[in-house]
């Protein structure tokens, strides 16, 4: 089942397709690099993903010497030595990855896209920022997904949420080609509390849009039955009174501004 939530925004960048029919507008010549991730036999997923916290300093450094920045990233997921490759050889996280995403499907993304989906330290990702800030609005190709959106469906920590968005605020306000805010990839994935406060506080009015299924963030988190369900639907309610009361009040300004003339009609005071 994928995302089904939108907004009444339009999707920037393409028409509200499904994500496998849709490709990326963004025409930016970059380097190409197909990644094929190998796991031995012997070797799980989740232990392919977490060995690299127990390799000492020495190692890591040699093998940021010795790693492209797309390996470390894509086939080991050792933050740290992809930190140290990133800062050292930052050109390489300007190169277009061809990859099978979490999403089981192949796209074309950059280092910083796929790092999101991958529960990445904070580290390595402002080490990718500095290296190519730009890389924050390339799209996904296909689905038209921003870095942001991965990481909020994909469970990234608030740290690495911040990060994008110190970086790219406006990310926040941005559409998929399923019309989907970050704000609905949260809700839908479970995204913890943090996450949520941290995307309404930068673009509080996310909570009202409805996606290409016609869901807002509220609808998603209701339908589901997600652990934090609950404190996420206070923080939602929460905004949008807030919302609602800055909109009353602004209403309330524009009446006082207003007096009748009996011979001249409505008079600004």
């Known amino acids: 089942e994928g995302l089904d939530d939108g907004v009444n925004c339009e999707a920037r960048g393409g028409d509200s397709s499904d994500v496998d029919e849709v490709g ?8 190409g690099f197909e990644v094929q991730e190998r796991t ?22 040699a093998l940021a010497e010795s790693t492209d920045l797309s390996l470390l990233i894509t086939r080991d997921k050792h933050w740290e030595a992809a930190t140290l490759r990133c800062r050292n050889h930052p050109e390489e996280a300007r190169v277009n990855l061809e990859v099978k995403i979490r999403g089981a499907y192949n796209a074309k993304i950059t280092p910083l896209h796929y790092a999101c989906e991958q529960n990445p330290t904070v580290e390595v990702i402002k080490a990718l920022l500095q290296a190519y800030p730009a890389a924050t609005q390339r799209r996904q ?6 870095p942001l959106h991965s990481a909020c469906t994909w469970g990234a920590s608030a740290e690495v949420i911040r ?5 790219s605020p406006q990310s926040a306000e941005a559409c998929d080609f399923l019309s989907n805010l970050p704000l609905h990839c949260a809700c839908y994935s479970g995204a913890n509390t943090d996450v949520v406060r941290v995307l309404v506080g930068v673009y509080p009015q996310s909570v009202w849009p409805r996606n290409h299924q016609g869901s807002s963030a509220m609808d998603i988190v209701k339908r589901l039955s997600h652990p934090n369900r609950r404190e996420v639907l206070g923080i939602l309610e929460k905004t949008m009174s807030s919302l609602l009361a800055s909109k009353k ?8 501004g207003v007096e009748v003339n009996e011979d001249n009609g409505l008079m600004w005071v």
């Open 24 to 31: 990326s507008s963004d025409d930016e010549p970059d380097e």
């Open 163 to 167: 990060a994008l968005l110190s970086v």
């Open 40 to 61: 031995s036999a012997s070797q799980s997923p989740s232990s392919h993903h977490i060995y690299h916290h127990h390799t000492n300093p020495k190692q890591t450094i």
């Open 141 to 146: 190709e296909p689905g038209g997904q921003l």
């Open 249 to 256: 009040k602004d209403e309330d300004k524009d009446e006082e």
